[in-house]
């Protein structure tokens, strides 16, 4: 009997093993990528791979309850979320974990009868787990696992159960994250719009009275107190001029004063590199005398190289990424490429749920810059943006 013990404990121990892994490669996420989305991608990636499912889902419901505010899927292609459409809304047994705290499967979900249809392009299920997540009693979120090979077993019930357990504190955290820095920007902007109104208000109220008494006085014929008048206003822009620039000064970020463009997208690869494990090379290929971008190009470049750099390195699965600085009719263009496995720019499944690449376009068009995206399936996936 001594000798079955050993024999026995990793068998008995395995799937505890597997669910502790899953759990911390998530919450391992956290440290570098602390926002909600890369957080919930984590997490439907481990559970479907945690039980073997060849589909699985992660659904966060909306405010008023009628719907997704994301709705996060693994095992599907990019094509496929395309041709199915929309985020789903919250009914059938989609609804039903949104609103039950127990766990609920079938081998067969179509003889269920809360099963309502599925878009012409959804895939056809059979199995199907459901595992609620709750946070100190609420639900706030949904595990939905389809189509493993025999159905879903009591031990796979407990597996999800239990990362269940640890992604709904994971997801809170995020969204606590998420909530603080809106909060951050919000106050941000708030101090900013007190501080110009505080800086700018008074000295322009001044100017204003200035140049009415110069008006006056030149009426009469006199010109030497006009021209002080002149010389006063001229003071007064200046220094309205010179709080200007120290706001905006604020707004720039602290790794392009301290390094510059060049060596804060150096510094920052080489960050991301240890992080995932993947090269990230930056190439400064600008001609000598080549005109630095302006503070405002500058800063928006930085803003499109981070967020490019991390789409690369979460979605294309490629093994290298390269950054270039090139100079091209007058302006500093940004290119960041990797030879991943490329997607439909257009797509709503790219540009509605995942990447934010709206955002990066109005960054450099706001800026009066040139942006664009060449990128297809298999094909990896360039984004180049331009400034002077």
Do not use: C
């Amino acid at each position: 009997m001594a000798g079955m013990g050993p024999a026995a404990r990793p068998a008995d121990t395995a799937p505890a093993s597997a669910a502790l892994r899953a759990v911390t490669d998530a919450v391992l996420g956290l440290a570098g990528e602390p926002a909600l989305e890369p957080v919930l991608e984590r997490l439907v990636h481990a559970v479907r791979d945690l039980v073997g499912a060849r589909y699985a889902a992660l659904g966060i419901p909306d405010e008023d309850g009628t719907g997704f505010d994301r709705f996060i899927t693994s095992g599907m292609t990019d094509e496929q979320i395309e041709a199915i459409g929309p985020l789903p809304r919250t009914h059938g047994l989609l609804a039903a974990m949104l609103t039950d705290p127990e766990p609920y499967r079938t081998d067969d979900i179509r003889a269920d009868p809360r099963f309502e249809w599925w878009p012409e392009a959804h895939p056809r299920m059979r199995s199907f787990l459901g595992v609620p997540l709750l946070f100190k009693g609420d639900i706030v979120g949904a595990f939905y696992l389809t189509d493993k090979e025999g159905g879903f077993a009591d031990a796979d019930v407990e597996l999800v159960r239990g990362l269940a357990a640890h992604a709904a504190v994971v997801i809170e955290n995020a969204r606590l994250f998420d909530a603080s820095r809106e909060r951050s920007i919000t106050e941000e902007r708030s101090r900013l719009a007190r501080d110009l109104h505080d800086a700018l208000t008074q000295r322009l109220f001044s100017l204003n009275l200035i140049l009415e008494a110069a008006a006056s006085i030149a009426a009469g014929g006199d010109p030497a107190p006009t021209v002080e008048a002149i010389h006063q206003a001229r003071g007064l822009v200046d220094s309205a001029l010179a709080e200007l620039r120290t706001l905006i000064f604020e707004l720039r970020p602290p790794a392009l004063d301290d390094d510059g463009l060049l060596g804060a997208l150096r510094k920052h690869a080489a960050l991301l590199s240890r992080a995932h494990s993947v090269p990230v090379a930056v190439i400064d290929a600008r001609p000598p005398g080549a005109v630095e971008p302006s503070a405002a190009g500058e800063r928006e470049l930085w803003r499109v190289a981070e967020e490019a750099m991390s789409n690369a390195l979460r979605h294309a699965e490629a093994p290298a990424v390269t950054v270039t600085l090139t100079y091209e009719g007058g302006r500093t263009v940004l290119a960041v490429a990797d030879d991943g496995v490329g997607f439909d720019p257009g797509a709503r499944s790219i540009s509605g749920r995942r990447l934010g690449l709206v955002s990066m376009r109005e960054r450099i068009e706001v800026a009066g810059g040139v942006f664009e995206i060449v990128s297809a399936p298999g094909q990896g996936t360039t984004v180049r943006a331009a400034v002077r």
